[in-house]
């Protein structure tokens, strides 16, 4: 590693690689460009779980829902919706900066105050069932249920097409009952030779994994369809979070 002299003035260090063969300088030797640059990642490698399960017990009442609703109460659909998502945003955050104005000989100080986890997007595939589009639907009618008259309207499989009274009202859960983990996995094409053989998990290769702590839905963004051209529908949801963690693997099988 380069160090920092006496004036601030870091050595830049070698300004070019040969594209196959070995370079040194002297001080470090390089691998040719191919090698350094043959192992970058690539967008289309990654999967979305969304820990879907099938209960009706009262300690899960999210998954209970959704499973009275006729969404979750077939283990194998459930990992069917994961494989749906077709588009997501790695999680990204920032901080908040406050600024000390002129207490230093005029110099402008940036200290960071808080740090800000901006919001995650997941498109997915629209089954012809529709089961993805109700399946998050009904997570944020879990979320904000609606009230009748004689209380709130129970769950339903076909929607609540009869709630049409001008009186009806909505009102907002408890947070930690719609509050779940949400996992995105980035990995590589070559993370199983033949993956059918280890029922499709990850071998012995490097991978990232970002976990999405107490996140839930905010937004469905609207679902345009037109006559001028059939093109598989999607839709995209936006996801709220308190924070992420990630967790990567080596490749060794040890989770860091």
Not at 164 to 183: A, G, L, Q, T
């Amino acid at each position: 590693m380069a160090q920092r002299d006496s004036k601030g003035q870091p050595d830049i260090g070698p300004l070019y690689v040969k594209m196959t063969t070995e370079r040194s300088d002297g001080a470090v030797t390089l691998e040719g460009a191919r090698n350094i640059l043959g192992a970058l990642s690539l967008t289309s490698q990654f999967k979305v779980a969304l820990h879907l399960t099938n209960t009706t017990s009262d300690d899960d009442r999210l998954m209970q829902w959704l499973t009275n609703s006729g969404l979750t109460n077939d283990a194998v659909k459930n990992a069917y919706y994961d494989f749906y998502c077709s588009e997501a945003v790695i999680p990204g955050a920032t901080f908040e900066v406050a600024e000390e104005a002129g207490s230093r000989q005029g110099i402008i100080e940036r200290i960071p105050t808080r740090r800000i986890y901006t919001p995650v997007t997941l498109t997915f595939y629209v089954d012809n069932d529709y089961r993805l589009i109700r399946l998050f639907e009904e997570w944020m009618n879990f979320i904000n249920p609606l009230y009748g008259g004689t209380g709130s309207y129970p769950v339903s499989k076909i929607g609540f097409g009869d709630a049409k009274n001008r009186n009806d009202f909505f009102r907002m859960r408890y947070p930690n009952e719609y509050k779940r983990i949400i996992s995105i996995v980035k990995f590589e094409r070559n993370f199983k030779e033949r993956p059918e053989l280890s029922g499709g998990k990850l071998g012995n290769v490097p991978t990232i994994t970002y976990r999405l702590i107490d996140a839930f839905p905010t937004n469905i963004t609207a679902l345009p369809v037109s006559y001028e051209g059939s093109t598989i529908t999607k839709t995209t949801v936006e996801f709220s979070y308190s924070r992420y963690v990630y967790e990567k693997n080596d490749g060794t099988g040890n989770t860091r």
